[in-house]
């Protein structure tokens, strides 16, 4: 990108957009200070369902029914955690019922818990394995079969686990070595298969589901407004010239991030990419979300802030909350444009945003929770049937 392309991106995000061209309808389905979720049909009846922290939220009254059992500790005023970081839609034992995978920080352990409906009885837990601190984890699809089956943990190792028969999984042990929080799964090479990313290294799928770890670095040498660790991140060809580029933010501190990878390689042959700032006006864009949105058949940034993610350790920790969108217009000098779907209404995001078209109109809705207390839904009213 251009001085002026870049100059012309950072002016048009520095302004608070306060409403957004594509329009959303907030509804509020609990009160629950946790921090992750998941949508599914959970009781097959054609509706898509919520599930956060304790309580599976079912469609269309989105009535609670407690259906976990989730440490906690949250405070009134959001201090404390909820040890459920990562909530994953998928049928584990293959009975045809969603079940969820689960990840703690402090419990140390990915589990599933087993679908009982129309059972009232507390879903039970099955260990996946101990994997160490889960700050959150993604499903993808590894294997390239066009199904996100494959769960990818956001811990302080490089691991992936699939489905090996009903109700079990094989590890695979890509990278043993310790390193930063941030996880993504993309072809990054071009090479038609899915690689595995972290903030400080990727790792090349070979064939035969071997791996090969190159170098990378997303900015953690970055002065006062280091990176720290990464939300998730995406692979796409931002700049549409044919390589695939990084979106990533600091999952604590300021900034949103997309890597642009260079034609030139390193002289030892390996990738290089160069940073360019979408925003670095505010804090705890824990998670990206990229789906399209407004129905221009371009994906849009989708990210907001967590709440009081350290307990007050983060930079601008009590600042207002807000969720966003970033209309994305790619080509030689790519711009994103920030629009606020909600904006100190006391409504962030947490440890994801689930975009998925809930109440079935056709267009891309978007499910959240955090510690100042949801689900949430925000119903997109592009085609709203009302």
């Known amino acids: 990108m251009s001085k002026i392309g870049l100059l012309l991106a950072h002016c048009a995000l520095i302004p608070l957009v306060c409403g957004a061209s ?5 509804r509020r389905i609990g009160h629950v200070r946790t921090e992750a979720c998941a949508v599914a049909d959970f009781n097959n009846d054609g509706r898509l369902d919520v599930i956060a922290g304790p309580n599976l939220y079912l469609a269309p009254e989105f009535r609670p029914v407690k259906v976990r059992d989730v440490t906690s500790n949250v405070k ?9 970081f990562m909530n994953l839609p998928l049928d584990v034992n293959g009975d045809g019922r969603t079940d969820v995978i689960s990840g703690g920080w402090f419990s140390k352990e990915t589990c599933w818990a ?6 009232t009885n507390i879903w039970k837990r099955h260990l996946i394995d101990r994997t160490g601190n889960i700050e959150t ?14 769960l990818l943990p956001d811990t302080q190792h490089t691991c992936l686990y699939t489905l090996s028969g009903e109700g079990s999984f094989a590890r695979d042990a890509v990278d043993g070595t310790c390193c930063n929080m941030g996880r993504g799964c993309g072809d990054l090479n071009g090479d038609g298969l899915n690689d595995v990313l972290t903030p400080t290294a990727w790792y090349e799928q070979l064939p ?7 170098p990378l670095d997303i900015g953690f040498s970055d002065g006062g407004r280091a990176l720290g660790h990464a939300s998730n991140m995406i692979v796409y060809d931002v700049n549409d010239d044919g390589l695939a580029d990084i979106l990533v933010s600091s999952a604590h501190r300021y900034g949103i991030f997309w890597w642009e990878q260079l034609s030139e ?31 221009d058949d371009t994906p849009e940034l989708i990210t907001g802030k967590r709440f009081r993610a350290h307990n007050g350790g983060d930079p601008d920790e009590d600042g207002p909350l807000g969720v966003y969108y970033y209309a994305f217009t790619p080509g030689p000098n790519p711009v994103f444009t920030k629009h606020a779907i909600t904006y100190n209404e006391g409504i962030g995001a947490g440890m994801n945003i689930v975009t998925v078209d809930i109440d079935g109109d056709g267009d891309v809705d978007l499910v959240t929770t955090g510690k100042w207390g949801g689900p949430v839904i925000f119903e997109n009213m592009t085609k709203n049937r009302l």
Not at 114 to 119: D, F, I, V
Not at 137 to 150: E, H, Q
Not at 266 to 294: C, M, S
């Open 76 to 84: 009134g005023d959001g201090r404390g955690y909820a040890d459920d």
């Open 265 to 295: 390689r390193t002289p030892n042959g390996e990738l290089r990419f160069r940073k360019h700032v979408i925003d670095d006006t505010w804090t705890q864009a824990h998670y990206l979300g990229w789906a399209d949105i407004n129905g």
């Open 137 to 150: 984890g993604l499903l993808v699809d590894i294997d390239g079969d066009g199904k996100a089956t494959d």
């Open 22 to 26: 594509t329009k959303f309808k907030v």
């Open 114 to 119: 087993e679908n009982a409906l129309p059972s």
């Open 208 to 214: 035969g589901r071997k791996w090969r770890k190159h």
